[in-house]
């Protein structure tokens, strides 16, 4: 608990008080956390996560900086492609014109009043098959040009596209936490999605007024940046519609992988995978759906058409070229700082400080769903991945969920863990670095608006989940 405090310490002191960038604060944080880790601490998180004698030695004998630059790296290799090609993509967007056709074909059918509000509907529904980070990214150059095209709201436009896909990713399968809750706790995966989106849906509610509240308080002005000039995002809104691309070409970058990811989601979860030798038309066709349904080259895919997008409007090619390197300048350093927090959160995982916090846990008296909660929510804070969070929280409780007397069914403590898991993110968090660089929000300002958001939103579930388990035990 002392080695979490002092992370703590560095980190948000480095980056608020020392003015230092977020990437080195985050790196020094790692490496301090890293020394202060006993070797036994390391080898018990090792064990934790089932790699044996031989493999938990193997990693507490490994050096600080090997430690460090391989969970740099596994975070890089999730996250450093995606955010790579959704960088191109949103350049491309914006520069084409893409983006300003799909916001006005938007506002004629919400109006300006509802925008936000459906900004909120379509990322919670989109976040079902695909991760919060790919619609995030999907998403933010969209809210850019809809807060240049009404002139207000950048702030409520970014909470609400946050708002929708951070409480599907935990809440409904197929995405990896739910999934595992599904497993663990014996819940039928059908009432899962059922509960998940009806829990979901109240949450949103709940952090839409949060987020139209904190847009009245604290209003944030769309800011330049190298990946979406100001200029050239007032020059498209005032194109005719005859000078900008076409609705289904502008949307098929979005739609492309969104697309991709949900058909290779649900065959995933709905069809057996093929046994025999040899394979007919069909096994073929999920064969090459699976194939271009992985995220990585989802988003590859949806940004060549982004490119052809970019290229339709965009005849000179050294224009071209400075686009895409001004997309990848930008997305290169929101890869470092996230990589980085991922680095961090790591070896605040290797101090077994998950252990720690179930073990103060056992003895307190409490009802199981808020105590589902509470567990899932210290975790989330102290190590700051919800997937990690859940699969603890799930360990420490399946035994509970699985017992008969229960009252009520198990999945309400599953929907209680994910709520739970959505309490606090900070600069530990991935997600935080994710939605604070992309959207460009200062450290500051993501502290005071995306972390509260979320922890209302888990708060307002675990009410909900409440209230449900006691009309509707469904036992």
């Not at 059922?194 to 952090?207: H, N, Q, R």
């Not at 071209?320 to 997309?327: E, F, N």
Request: charged residues 10%.
């Amino acid at each position: 608990m002392i080695i979490l405090l002092i992370g703590i310490l560095i980190v948000v002191g480095g980056i608020i008080g020392l003015r230092l960038h977020a990437f080195l604060a985050l790196i020094l944080g790692a490496f301090v956390v890293a020394v202060l880790t006993p070797d036994s601490a390391i080898e018990a998180f090792a064990l934790s996560k089932n790699m044996g004698e031989s493999g938990a030695q193997q990693l507490a004998a490994r050096s600080v900086g090997a430690r460090i630059a391989t969970a740099f790296g596994d975070t890089c290799g999730k996250i450093g492609i995606l955010i790579a090609m959704a960088a191109i993509i949103g350049k491309c967007l914006l520069e084409s014109g893409g983006a300003e056709k799909i916001v006005r074909s938007t506002l004629k059918v919400t109006g300006e009043k509802r925008a936000p509000i459906s900004f909120l509907g379509s990322s919670f529904f989109l976040a079902i098959p695909v991760f919060f980070d790919t619609v995030f990214y999907l998403m933010i150059p969209l809210a850019k040009a809809m807060a240049m095209k009404i002139g207000k709201n950048y702030l409520l436009l970014v909470l609400a596209v946050a708002a929708g896909g951070v409480m599907a990713h935990s809440l409904v399968p197929p995405t990896p936490g739910p999934l595992f809750l599904v497993v663990e706790l014996d819940i039928p995966i059908g009432l899962m999605i059922t509960s998940g989106t009806i829990v979901g849906l109240f949450t949103i509610v709940a952090g839409y007024l949060f987020a139209v509240w904190a847009n009245r308080k604290w209003p944030i002005a769309l800011r330049d940046s190298v990946d979406a000039p100001l200029q050239e995002i007032k020059e498209l809104a005032g194109k005719g519609d005859a000078a900008l691309p076409g609705l289904l070409f502008s949307s098929l970058p979005i739609l492309l992988p969104v697309g991709f990811i949900t058909i290779k989601a649900g065959l995933d979860t709905f069809y057996p995978s093929s046994t025999g030798s040899s394979q007919s038309v069909v096994d073929l066709l999920v064969s090459f759906a699976m194939f271009l349904g992985e995220k990585n080259l989802a988003l590859i895919t949806g940004a060549l058409v982004a490119l052809l997008l970019l290229a339709a409007h965009k005849q000179d090619q050294s224009s071209l070229r400075k686009s895409v390197q001004d997309a990848l300048l930008s997305g290169g350093v929101i890869i470092l700082i996230t990589s980085a927090g991922g680095a961090f959160g790591a070896m605040l995982q290797q101090s077994d400080i998950s252990t720690r916090i179930a073990d103060l846990t056992q003895g307190y008296q409490m009802a199981l769903i808020p105590l589902a909660f509470l567990i899932t929510a210290v975790i989330r804070t102290a190590q700051g991945s919800a997937t990690v969070a859940m699969i603890t929280a799930a360990g420490i409780l399946a035994g509970m969920a699985t017992n008969s007397e229960l009252p009520y069914h198990a999945v309400y403590l599953g929907l209680a863990i994910a709520c739970g898991s959505k309490l606090i993110p900070w600069m530990n968090d991935s997600g935080f670095w994710i939605v604070c660089k992309m959207s460009n929000l200062t450290e500051k300002e993501a502290l005071k608006t995306f972390s509260p958001l979320l922890t209302i939103m888990g708060l307002s579930g675990l009410i909900i989940i409440i209230i449900g388990a006691k009309l509707f035990p469904l036992v």
